[in-house]
């Protein structure tokens, strides 16, 4: 793989032992960003949001991937913004791409009616690449095997609010394995099976309301997500991804990464190890967080409106996780 950012990383050292701040100790933890080569403004709007209101303090390293490669003007116009170390990788093919033991003429049956049903991304294969590389690849690509943490992100989100303590070290500190900022609801269409498939004797109060019986279909929206890769290596959650796998649900419906995350965590996770993070003001699409204490708001100096944030929303899990954390 490519290193772009070898050059720039030499300044970056430079500026850190000239400055009189001693440098931050930084946990072993990477952005990691899945684009194509057509979002490159919408890579340089998140890692420029990323970088002011947080990173340039900090100086984590990046690892864009792809399932093609990218191009020389990605990488230029990319590795640019940062003095951090960047990287770029390509998906290894078997990574992305429908297993032999899917019955191709089910699953394409399937993309159909989901297409004429109007559920989003129905219709596509690629999106079902993508999930089933988020729920159960990512974390095993060369570029992320020198990592415990990730930071994930994506072309075109935003961040409000300036990130004064590290998120990663904080969660490395408290003992916690996954954060988020949003939870909403998934789309019924797209995940029929997907309890079926599970074991039916856990506590689960977030994901549940009939004791897991059934999903209730809240997920941590996982376009945000810092969480420790140890636990996506780990045995729970590589016989569970196997097990979903070879359940064929990621292309014969189109199980998103999203929910099965959220349901590996909420299953093998303590939910002391599960952390919110209410001072990362983000939006992704329609959807944002803001803070809602006024202290944390003005600390961060954030740039959204309080009363947009979508935790209030009749759409929004976020309720529910408040009171499932307050029933102790
Ligand atoms: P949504 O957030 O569920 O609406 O889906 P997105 O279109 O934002 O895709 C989620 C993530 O996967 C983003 O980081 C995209 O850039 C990335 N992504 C989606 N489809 C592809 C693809 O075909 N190739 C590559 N390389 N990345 C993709
Ligand atoms: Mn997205």
């Known amino acids: 793989e490519e ?20 440098p ?9 960003m899945l684009a194509r080569n057509s979002d ?15 990173n340039s303090r900090f100086g984590y390293p990046y690892v864009l991937l792809n399932d093609e490669p990218f191009t020389d003007e990605f990488k230029r116009r990319v590795s640019v913004l940062t003095r951090s170390e960047m990287k770029f990788g390509t998906v290894p093919k078997d990574h992305w791409s429908q297993p032999d033991w899917i019955d191709e003429e089910k699953a394409a049956n399937a993309r159909k009616q989901m297409e004429l049903s109007r559920v989003k991304y129905g219709g596509s294969l690629n999106y079902r690449h993508m999930c089933r590389f988020n729920a159960g690849f990512f974390y095993r690509h060369e570029l992320l095997q020198p990592y415990r943490w990730y930071w994930r992100v994506e072309p075109n989100v935003k961040f409000f609010c300036d990130i004064h303590r590290d998120p990663v070290r904080f969660m490395e500190e408290n003992n916690k394995v996954y954060g988020f900022t949003i939870a909403v609801y998934e789309i019924s269409a797209t995940i029929r099976t997907l309890w079926g498939a599970l074991a039916h004797d856990n506590a689960m109060g977030f ?61 093998f996770l303590r939910r002391d190890q599960i952390h919110f993070f209410e001072e990362i003001g983000y939006q992704h699409d329609d959807w944002g967080h803001c803070p809602i204490p006024d202290d944390v708001w003005e600390k961060g100096t954030c740039s959204c409106a309080q009363g947009n944030s979508f935790d209030m929303d009749v759409g929004s899990c976020k309720p529910r996780w408040d009171r499932f954390i307050r029933s102790g």
């Open 3 to 22: 290193l772009l950012g070898e050059d720039l990383n030499l300044s970056a050292e430079i500026t850190s032992q000239s400055s009189s701040k001693p």
């Open 24 to 32: 931050n100790r930084l946990a072993n933890a990477t952005f990691v």
């Open 40 to 54: 490159l403004e919408g890579t340089i709007s998140s890692i420029r949001a990323l970088e002011d209101r947080f």
């Open 207 to 267: 994901i549940s309301d009939d004791d897991g019986r059934t999903y209730n279909r809240c997920h941590f929206w996982s376009n945000f997500e810092i969480a420790d890769m140890d636990f996506w290596r780990g045995p729970a959650y590589t016989a569970f991804f196997e097990y979903l796998d070879s359940q064929g649900g990621f292309y014969y419906e189109r199980w998103g990464d999203a929910p099965v995350h959220s349901i590996a965590a909420s299953l």
